[in-house]
Antibody, heavy 118, light 110 residues
């Protein structure tokens, strides 16, 4: 069974940093594109970033470029999101998800809440 | 990268059909056949319902169908059931592994 479990969320001040982690199990992690999607409380889904299976290719939504970095450790079956220069509008539940061979996000974690506030 | 436009809400009685539109541009929906749809129940993770415009993952009931015309994709739920009440989001490729979601639609079963 595919499992994705996020951790690392919390309360951080504007301008601060946070590193999110996603532990993957139940599939060959190193073979899949992975991504982060966020959802502000009561709002819609927003794609944040994608990373290729080998980790070399990375893509971001414009609003986080230069501030967020997606990475992965295939030996540890883990996905990461380093978030710097955080802003209030970055407050959301952040979920990691797997891009299946179907070109859709076919598995999702439950998410970790990030709150940016002074 | 502007969000794709969806109606805020649609509703229907059990057994009826409802259609949710997802309007983008010639740079996303109109350019690629990588449109997917997700169902999200309250406080639950989204579930993939349709991928590549019209394909259903295994386990998704065949009352869910997808299509696309020009810059607009659509999700149709035929034979609406109570458990279909949820939020639905479209998602489109917008070039080179960049993606954009729709604004979301709440489906209410009357």
């Amino acid at each position: 069974e595919v499992q994705l479990v996020e951790s690392g969320g919390g309360l951080v001040q504007p301008g601060g940093s946070l590193r999110l982690s996603c532990a993957a199990s139940g599939f060959t992690f190193s073979s899949y594109w992975m991504g982060w999607v966020r959802q502000a409380p009561g709002k819609g889904l927003e794609w944040v970033a994608n990373i290729a299976p080998g980790g070399s290719d990375k893509y971001y939504v414009g609003s986080v470029k230069g501030r967020f970095t997606i990475s992965r450790d295939n030996a540890e079956n883990s996905l990461y999101l380093q978030m710097n220069s955080l802003r209030g509008e970055d407050s959301a539940i952040y979920s990691c998800a797997r891009w299946g061979v179907t070109a859709g996000l076919d598995s999702w974690g439950q998410g970790t809440l990030v709150t940016v506030s002074s | 990268q502007s969000a794709l436009t969806q109606p805020r809400s649609v509703s229907g009685s059990p057994g009826q059909s409802v259609t949710i539109s997802c309007t983008g541009t010639s740079s996303d929906v109109g350019a690629y056949n990588y449109v997917s749809w997700y169902q999200q129940h309250p406080d639950k993770a989204p579930q993939l319902m349709i991928y590549e415009v019209s394909k259903r993952p295994s386990g998704v009931p065949n009352r869910f169908s997808g299509s696309k015309s020009g810059n607009t994709a659509s999700l149709t739920i035929s034979g609406l059931q109570a458990e279909d009440e949820a939020d639905y989001y479209c998602c489109s490729n917008a070039g080179s592994h960049i993606y954009v979601f729709g604004t979301g639609t709440k489906v209410t079963v009357l």
